[in-house]
T-cell receptor, first 116, second 114 residues
Framework: NAGVTQTPKFQVLKTGQSMTLQCAQDMNHNSMYWYRQDPGMGLRLIYYSASEGTTDKGEVPNGYNVSRLNKREFSLRLESAAPSQTSVYFC???????????????FGEGSRLTVL | DQQVKQNSPSLSVQEGRISILNCDYTNSMFDYFLWYKKYPAEGPTFLISISSIKDKNEDGRFTVFLNKSAKHLSLHIVPSQPGDSAVYFCAAKRQSGGYQKVTFGTGTKLQVIP
């Protein structure tokens, strides 16, 4: 049981380059999320998708775009990378939906991105 | 606006003793609180949660206490073990537009000394 799978695990970009982080979950979860982790800042929500076909901005969406390709997959795109986007990125999923739940998230292993 | 705050960046505890990690929040709309554990080079993993209508939840060596009047929660680990050394994130969930939104604190790095 793979859970949440992210690719790539490591990436080095030059300023201005573009790239896409891929995420897939096999738990049939409704909701998916992209977070970034920076020292002293904790985990900050970039974008989320409450259900297939919907996406919404989180706390720090500037410079990013997302696509909920289907129920399993949620990708994060950097159109023109900047050094400020150097971070560790985590994809997560949850049962979500319009029900009351605990908010338990299942995370991938992370993608470490360096922008030079 | 940091709605979930962990004011201690780090904590060191001797093996076998109690570890107490603290968290404060500001938003009264949170209905669940969670603790996650994170090892280096891995994603966070869920540890324990508590509903806003409870004041205590226990799971083995881990107990979470919630004080709603003070908007404060704490995680107790008894007894602490070296394998507990990790970063612990406090998180809080609220329903927003019918969907769940989870906000994280900045984390506390726990070191359990053998």
């Amino acid at each position: 049981n793979a859970g949440v799978t992210q690719t790539p695990k490591f990436q080095v970009l030059k300023t201005g380059q573009s790239m896409t982080l891929q995420c897939a979950q096999d738990m049939n979860h409704n909701s998916m999320y992209w977070y970034r982790q920076d020292p002293g800042m904790g985990l900050r929500l970039i974008y989320y998708s409450a259900s297939e076909g919907t996406t919404d901005k989180g706390e720090v969406p500037n410079g990013y775009n997302v696509s909920r390709l289907n129920k399993r997959e949620f990708s994060l795109r950097l159109e023109s990378a900047a050094p400020s986007q150097t971070s560790v990125y985590f994809c997560a999923s949850s049962e979500g939906g319009r029900g009351v739940g605990t908010g338990e998230l299942f995370f991938g292993e992370g993608s470490r991105l360096t922008v030079l | 606006d940091q709605q979930v705050k962990q004011n201690s960046p780090s904590l060191s505890v001797q093996e076998g003793r109690i570890s107490i990690l603290n968290c404060d929040y500001t938003n009264s709309m949170f209905d669940y609180f969670l603790w996650y554990k994170k090892y280096p080079a891995e994603g966070p993993t869920f540890l324990i949660s508590i509903s806003s209508i409870k004041d205590k939840n226990e799971d083995g060596r881990f107990t979470v206490f919630l004080n709603k009047s003070a908007k404060h929660l704490s995680l107790h680990i008894v007894p602490s073990q070296p394998g507990d050394s990790a970063v612990y994130f406090c998180a809080a969930k609220r329903q927003s537009g019918g969907y769940q939104k989870v906000t994280f604190g900045t984390g506390t790095k726990l070191q359990v000394i053998p």
